[in-house]
């Protein structure tokens, strides 16, 4: 009897990080949708100002910053940027990186040489300073900021997209297929790209948690765009104005919260969704 595969979100509710990281994800993306009418104030209209440095208080629950500006509307039109960046980051390393990884381990000796050549070069350069001389020199746009994290984020899921289906053509099932004279095209169709599929799924939501944090760790050093509001450029104000010092501690709290919990929610789902596509390899870390 063939068996049946598991419900993804059936399973998923299943597991507590999963729904753990499900709910708080939903969350934000509610925030991040309905921003205009869940924020009691807007963050970029310069008439909607309080008291500066105000601690949380029924007027503002969070807060306010140097500017008199609220620090939970903010934090709610924050939720765009970074969900907006960790989203098309991860499918724009989800689409290059898979579609590298699968033609490498496909088309013959000499693609995949030069493919992983390539993921080497990628792999061993120093991230952090080439991107900030790319921002730089294009300018801390929005768009920038998405093309580096792709840039220097999809050689890590090709080379594991790669081994799974050089893995996978070993199967007893793919050299049947290759006998019985099926053609290249539709081995990689049926049998290889369905195994890559779930490596892909779960790669993208860790790449997704780690463009997330890698936005908030280059607007916390100035390099975002000013005309968008952002947890880390929050933070990077933060700085800028001395708020520990000022005993501005809400200023720090919240954005670094929205942070650690947006990324934590990502990695739950990861972890989960690891567990259901590919329990053999969750149960081998394990």
């Not at 993804?8 to 309905?34: K, N, P, Q, Y």
């Not at 970074?82 to 290059?96: E, F, K, P, W």
């Not at 490498?104 to 061993?124: C, P, Q, S, Y």
Request: proline share 5%; aromatic share 12%; glycine share 10%.
């Amino acid at each position: 009897m063939k068996k049946r595969k598991p419900n993804f979100f059936r399973e998923l509710f299943r597991s507590f990080e999963g729904t753990v990281g499900f709910v708080i994800l939903c969350v934000m993306v509610f925030c991040a949708v309905f921003a205009p009418l869940i924020a009691p104030y807007d963050p970029y209209d310069i008439t909607q100002r309080g008291r500066k440095l105000q601690p949380p208080s029924p007027q503002h629950i969070m807060g306010t910053d140097w500017y008199g500006v609220d620090i939970f509307s903010q934090i709610v039109y924050g939720a765009r940027t970074s969900l907006t960046v960790g989203a098309l980051t991860a499918i724009g390393v989800s689409v290059i990186g898979g579609f590298l990884g699968v033609t490498a381990a496909t088309f013959g000796k000499g693609v995949d040489v030069l493919i992983m050549r390539i993921v080497d070069f990628v792999m061993v350069l120093p991230g952090l300073p080439i991107m900030i001389m790319i921002m730089t020199y294009l300018g801390s746009s929005f768009w920038t900021l998405v093309f580096v994290l792709v840039v220097f984020g999809w050689a890590g899921i090709s080379r594991v997209v790669r081994a799974i289906v050089l893995s996978e053509k070993k199967r007893g099932y793919v050299e049947a297929a290759v006998c019985a004279g099926a053609s290249k095209w539709y081995i990689l169709k049926k049998h290889l790209l369905p195994a890559a599929y779930s490596v892909l799924v779960v790669n993208a939501a860790f790449s997704a948690a780690g463009a997330m944090l890698a936005e908030a760790g280059l607007s916390f050093l100035g390099f975002s765009d000013p005309r968008v509001v952002s947890w880390g450029k929050m933070l990077s104000l933060a700085r800028t104005c001395n708020a520990l010092v000022l005993g501005a501690w809400w200023w720090i709290l919240f954005p670094g919260l929205a942070i650690f919990l947006a990324s934590f929610s990502i990695m739950s789902l990861g972890v989960a969704s690891e567990r259901i596509l590919n329990p053999k390899i969750s149960d081998r870390r394990e």
